[in-house]
């Protein structure tokens, strides 16, 4: 019998291929499913069909002009909210094949780990805070997008990931998969914002902390191979359950944090910037409460609240949707003299 040069490869196989992953992984024969039970598709696992709907959203493609640090920046080569998700795929796959993990899981969270965050980053939330009670987080609100918004019906375990890709979030997540793009996110936005911080001129190379320096050598490449080692290295330690950085490395890792945090994301450029997003998300919020009307039908879930309605607008949009919006619905005498704060070169 004559053999052709390809070969199929379905779910059938690639469920059995993960049989051979560590025992810690989870299997796609294993979710717990999906809220809306779906028959299963011939080719792709349950995972894989997550990742490829998740690639296809419209939360998604609107990362490409959502503020990773710099807001709204002019520059080609600043990390965008998008560019940041590739690189956090490539991490947590990276992390997951290492460890015998599912690769398409971690894939998969880690696409849609960021898909809930609002126009200008971090600041976002707190322009948002108030109008939800208990705070408003940009990982409930990726949930809540691809459960109620997007009605993607995901697996119990990739919402899960999406759930507690932050480490502020407790319960942490439920797989190993969900751990590695925890790490897999820090490792991404500490390496990649101290790039874009001395791009900016708020660092220099230099003054970056000597230990992480030393540990994990220059932000890129370097920095981001060497961090993926040491949570493979802590990872594989005896009597380690859990995906973890070796303790010297992380010990690096949280002064790297500290000193990003205190140069960086709560500097003067940052303060600068902050209480201009936070006016502008704001009076669009008052406004659209008051002309709820102006919300499009097709990304507003009626069975919501108004406040609901209006939140999940204005933080599914960009940051130059937002600011154009704003000089639509206010002065824009007003509006030209915030957003050249807006705008780092």
Known sequence: MTVGPFRLTDRAARQRAEADLAPAATRSADSRGRVHPEPEDPLRTSFERDRDRILHAKAFRRLKHKTQVFLNPDGDHYVTRLTHTLQVTQVARSLARALGLNESLAEAIALAHDVGHSPFGHLGEDALEPYVAG????????????????????????????????????????????????????????????????????????ELPGRARAVFGEPGSEMVGTMIDAVVEGSLAPGKDAVVMAPDALEAMHELRAFMFERVYNSETAAGQKHVAIDVIRRLVDHHLEHPELIPATYRDTAADPVTQVVDYV????????????????DADATAQMTPLLRLT
């Open 135 to 206: 705070g408003w987080h940009h990982a409930a609100q990726g949930v809540r997008i691809v459960e109620v918004l997007e009605h993607l019906n995901l697996t119990w375990e990739v919402r899960d990931g999406v759930r507690a890709h932050s480490w502020k979030i407790d319960p942490p997540p439920a797989t190993h998969e969900g751990e590695c793009v925890r790490y897999a996110d820090r490792i991404g936005y500490l390496s990649h914002d101290a790039l874009d911080a001395i791009r900016a001129g708020v660092l220099r190379p230099e």
């Open 315 to 330: 933080s599914g949009m960009t940051d130059r949707f937002a600011l154009a919006m704003h000089d639509r619905l206010f």
